[in-house]
């Protein structure tokens, strides 16, 4: 099992501050041995709001870093023209000596997309073309464009990257179709636990590795990103976290409600009173706390651990910045330190799942 840090903090804190937890985060866990550092692309709203474009953090986090792998955990595609994608990875990478790679994401606010609303309906379509035409940029393929005049002309984009191949993945909320959109691809999938159930992960991890395996052979590589914050004592932990955590929660209200449909069936955030809003939050918070996240000792969350690399998960994307102060945060990069290396021998589960015999394989 991989362990690697995600970041996606709110904008508090003022000027390199702001920044401090990235640049000191990806040093240690270079040093440490952590797999990658990920960051977003996300903007108009405050969560996430440090991250406006992953290839400025990405250039940055090479700069600091010699071994780790530097990676975008969201390029929304439809936002981008393809070779610009090719032009400023293929700087990381020459940054890096060879450790950029991207999960691409279709995007899914309709505020995002006042960068290029015209792509907003068939956002998904795009995604899988803009995959493809990076894809052959990054080998060194011509494009072709319209110039300026309209008039047909053939691009190549530079810098040679260091890598022949572009690692990638695709972002997912949980929807099986992404899954499956990943495995025909030929990409690997990012996930996360906002708007699916641990019971829904190896019906759709299968089907991604059986469609990997049939169009371009291999298992893929699946990476789940947790919220995690470990200490020395479970209590102290959830006393630091609860604020933090359950504000994220508030903030991102329409992601996550779907994981509550099991409580309360379908449900429209906006229709919620401020009292159902709380009760939703508390009973969210328990959860993840419990069962959702890294959250408590490295004894702790190592069962959590080995569990979810019986569920085929390849590596853990740990989001560590939603604490506000980060030198607690970086206080406890130790503890995860420790997870890692104790749960560096644990093998993920690569077995076929059917479909049908899966619990919510439908989501």
């Not at 995604?127 to 493809?132: C, D, F, H, M, Y």
Request: charged share 20%; glycine share 10%.
């Amino acid at each position: 099992m991989d362990f690697s840090l995600f970041y996606f903090a709110d904008h508090s804190g003022s000027g390199l501050d702001r920044y401090r937890l990235l640049l000191q985060g990806a040093r240690f866990a270079d040093d440490a041995g952590f797999a990658a550092v990920w960051t977003p692309e996300r903007h108009f709203h405050e969560f996430g709001g440090l991250y406006p474009n992953p290839a400025v953090t990405g250039a940055a986090v090479a700069a600091v870093t010699r071994r780790i792998g530097v990676r975008a955990g969201s390029v929304v595609a439809p936002l981008h023209h393809p070779a610009r994608i090719a032009e400023e990875w293929s700087v990381i990478d020459n940054l890096s000596g060879g450790r950029a790679g991207i999960s691409f994401a279709s995007g899914w606010h309709a505020t995002d997309f006042a960068l290029r609303p015209e792509n907003f309906a068939d956002r998904r379509d795009v995604v899988a073309r803009t995959i493809e035409q990076v894809r052959r940029l990054w080998r060194g393929e011509p494009a072709q464009v319209a110039d300026g005049r309209g008039e047909p002309a053939t691009v190549r984009t530079f810098p040679t990257p260091v890598q022949p191949n572009l690692p990638a993945w695709l972002t997912s909320s949980g929807n099986i179709e992404t899954f499956r959109a990943a495995g025909r691809l030929g990409t690997g999938v990012l996930t996360h636990l906002l708007g699916q159930d641990l019971d829904d992960l190896p019906a759709k991890i299968g089907e991604y590795r059986r469609l990997h395996a049939e169009a371009h052979g291999g298992p893929g590589h699946v990476v789940l990103m947790l919220h995690t914050f470990l200490g020395t004592d479970r209590a102290s932990v959830r006393e630091t976290v609860y604020e933090p955590f359950s504000a994220y929660l508030r903030s991102s209200l329409g992601l996550w409600v779907a994981a509550a449909g099991d409580l309360l069936g379908t449900v429209d955030p906006a229709e919620l009173g401020d009292e159902d809003v709380d009760f939703l939050i508390e009973h969210s918070f328990d959860r993840f706390f419990d069962a959702g996240g890294l959250f408590g000792t490295v004894d702790g969350v190592t069962p959590l651990v080995r569990k979810l690399a019986g569920l085929g998960v390849d590596e853990l994307a740990c989001l560590i910045d939603f604490v506000p102060d980060p030198d607690a945060v970086l206080g406890s990069l130790k503890h995860l330190a420790a997870l890692k290396d104790a749960c560096r021998d644990f093998r993920t589960e690569q077995h076929v799942t059917p479909l049908a015999s899966a619990s919510g394989a439908a989501r």
